[in-house]
């Protein structure tokens, strides 16, 4: 390849510094607990990583992400598998088999990342999702933007190394920039011949020409360093306009992966396109494609897992007629030692030896989900999770053990409430398969309608002191089980002010709160009492979290809003005058030195502290996401977050 730009090179000063609701409900936990407020966990969760540093001076911070989803994969030699994905960046020694896992709080801008590529130096480059790529030489990390950098755009798809130690960044929407150590240079559609400035993939042949896969209807654009050359349906035998991955092996074969016509292969002469209709290959949807050390091509599907084709037939792996751990297949690679890895959605990485399969975590835990909407703790210091997409996940002394429908009664994984009751039995509400209780060794569910439960939806669990579960459900009102028999309340039988219940909370004297989208009910065992905008000038009756104070003050979230009652009148703080931020007040949360937490769906968490506002978002925190999930704090005084990308402990250093 000619050493030369197509276009003038471009240099800038590099900067140092290290700067999604689909249910049917909304999610919203805030329990009382006398141990410490369990309910208040995830919100917790989320608000520790968005803590600016003057605050967090006092305090160490650690992210835990789900391993689920893994989208790109490389090798380091013989020795280390680096895996990428939601989980942020894991590390795995394949000698020893001991993993390692860098996280927002470890220096990543985001938890969210999309490829990686290892250079000549062994300098590791990551691109992150809508955060540009970052640089790790094993100490420090470097981060480069469209702002401070020659980097066409902040959303890279795909990175690769060429002869020359060049990097080469595909990206999503502003073309192909590529950075020698020194200067950068872009090839766009306006400055050169790529076909579409949404590129997909990148290969690299023997003869140092670059092949790019597009998107949107341009094919394949191939760069010599001087001349641009356009492969599409129109003028080839290419399968589609859209090509998601681009593999070359040894013998000059080009494998291309389509969005929606299968696997094209060109000899430098001829094409031949495989597809569900006159092959073997079972999805027509390929997003990898790689050739092995054998020669053999290896297709990852959207659907129907991996199919390899050895020159003559295709034979496919999936979850059922292997130990392949989810049927969509990301990324894939091959080790020194021969073995195929396969990145995954939801199911992390499998490994295959060509006997034997074996299952890697790109994560701290292996959830099929990355999203996280609730925390509870058990007496013996365990820490329950739950994942609405990935099921619960149970986390002790650094070990995570993930329960879905695979090996726990759920119809579903779509976890969104957990709760610990004083007899250590674990409660989980699930959105459409009711209630599950697990009691340490055995799992039973209670669904409608065989049992007196109301609903099989259900967003928020409580657990009072005599220890009644009590259930909040999406339509059908609130469901309480003393261990024997069912009640439910609804409008029809009680003053509920609506059967759309969001929270419940349990007071110090044992009086039930309700979050419904009619305004807050309080029931007394014996009576109940609305408070709605017509009797106490509440922002909204659209309440959708609630917690309690140890003082038994109660504040409620609405959107854009929060009030407060302190049991004889209501005030109320809003996103346009205070300090709190935009966005549902889906999470609250009060912690032992009485601050108050706010987590949202969209500006992260605020906290009031003696009347203090302060934010934490992604900007200018640890924080993984805006949109936190839940608030927590666990009895040592650690506090608990979770977000849609996973979750956060925040631990008090002594002696700051």
């Known amino acids: 390849m000619n050493d030369r730009f197509s276009v003038a090179a471009s240099s800038a000063p590099l900067d140092n510094e290290m700067s999604c609701c689909s249910r049917g409900w909304i999610r919203t936990k805030l329990h009382w607990r006398p141990a ?18 003057p605050l967090a001076a006092g305090w160490s911070w650690v992210n835990y992400t789900s391993g689920g989803d893994v989208s790109d994969i490389a090798f380091e030699g013989d020795r280390y598998a680096w895996l990428v994905g939601t989980g942020g960046v894991a590390r795995f020694d394949i000698k020893t088999g001991d993993s390692r896992v860098w996280t927002k709080a470890d220096g990543l801008p985001s938890n969210s990342v999309r490829c990686v590529a290892v250079d000549l130096d062994g300098t590791k480059w990551f691109a992150v999702s809508q955060k540009g790529v970052v640089a790790f030489d094993g100490k420090a990390w470097k981060r480069y933007t469209s702002k401070d950098s020659g980097l066409c755009s902040d959303s890279v798809l795909s990175i690769k190394i060429d002869g020359k130690g060049r990097k080469w960044f595909a990206t999503n929407g502003g073309g192909v920039s590529v950075f020698d150590g020194k200067s950068w240079a872009t090839f766009n559609t306006n400055n050169s011949g790529l076909a579409h400035d949404r590129v997909s993939s990148i290969a690299l042949d023997k003869a140092g020409r670059l092949w790019f896969g597009t998107y949107r209807g341009a094919g394949v654009s191939v760069f010599d360093g001087e001349e641009w050359v356009a492969l599409s349906p129109d003028n080839s035998g290419l399968c589609d306009y859209c090509i998601y991955s681009i593999s070359i092996d040894r013998r000059g074969l080009r494998w291309f992966g389509s969005c929606t016509a299968g696997v094209s292969m060109f000899d430098g002469k001829s094409w031949r396109t495989f597809n569900t209709m006159n092959s073997g290959l079972p999805d027509d949807c390929v997003r990898k494609v790689f050739v092995d050390a054998k020669g053999r091509a290896w297709a990852g599907t959207a659907k129907c897992g991996v199919s390899v084709f050895d020159g003559k037939s ?38 295959f030896d060509g006997k034997s399969w074996t299952t890697k975590c790109a994560g701290h835990f292996n959830a099929p989900a990355a999203r996280l909407d609730d925390v509870a703790f058990d007496a013996r210091g365990g820490v329950w999770f739950a994942s609405y997409g990935g099921g619960v996940t149970f986390f002790k002394d650094e ?14 994984d779509w976890v969104g409430s957990v709760a610990v009751g004083p007899d250590g039995v674990v409660w989980v509400g699930t959105g459409g398969s009711g209630v599950c209780a697990f009691d340490g060794r055995t799992w039973k569910a209670y669904r409608p309608p065989e049992t007196g439960f109301a609903h099989d939806d259900v967003p928020d669990i409580a657990i009072d002191r005599r220890g009644y579960r009590w259930f909040a459900t999406g339509h059908h009102g609130v469901s309480v089980f003393d261990g024997a028999k069912w009640i439910a309340y609804d409008t029809t039988n009680s003053g509920i002010a609506n059967r759309d219940v969001r929270a419940v909370a349990i007071g110090p004297a044992g009086r039930v709160w309700l979050a419904t989208l009619g305004g807050v009910s309080v029931f007394d065992g014996t009576h109940w009492k609305t408070h709605c905008s017509r009797n ?52 609250i949360a009060v912690d032992q030195k009485g601050c108050v937490w706010f987590g949202t769906s969209l500006g992260g968490v605020s906290v009031l502290d003696a009347g203090k506002w302060t934010r934490y978002n992604v900007d200018n925190s640890a924080l993984p996401d805006n949109d936190v999930t839940g608030i927590g704090i666990a009895p040592d005084g650690r506090v608990f977050l979770t977000t849609a990308q ?8 002594s002696g700051q």
């Open 36 to 53: 410490g407020l369990s309910v208040s966990l995830l919100a917790a969760l989320a608000l520790l990583l968005a803590m600016p540093m």
């Open 314 to 351: 295709w034979r496919t792996y999936d979850t059922k007629n292997s130990g392949l751990a989810s049927d969509s297949v990301r990324a894939i690679a091959q080790d020194g030692m021969g073995r195929m890895w396969f990145g995954t959605q939801r199911g992390g990485v499998s490994v």
């Open 399 to 412: 070990s995570w053990k993930t329960y879905t429908h695979r090996n726990a009664p759920f119809c579903n």
């Open 536 to 587: 106490c000038a509440l922002p909204s009756n659209r309440c959708f979290s609630i917690a309690i104070a140890s003082d038994a003050s109660v504040w409620v979230g609405h959107k854009d809003a929060a009030s407060h009652f302190d049991g004889k009148r209501w005030s109320h703080i809003t996103a346009d005058k205070d300090g709190l931020a935009s966005g549902i007040v889906q999470a």
């Open 646 to 653: 996973g979750a956060c402990v925040l631990r008090e250093v």
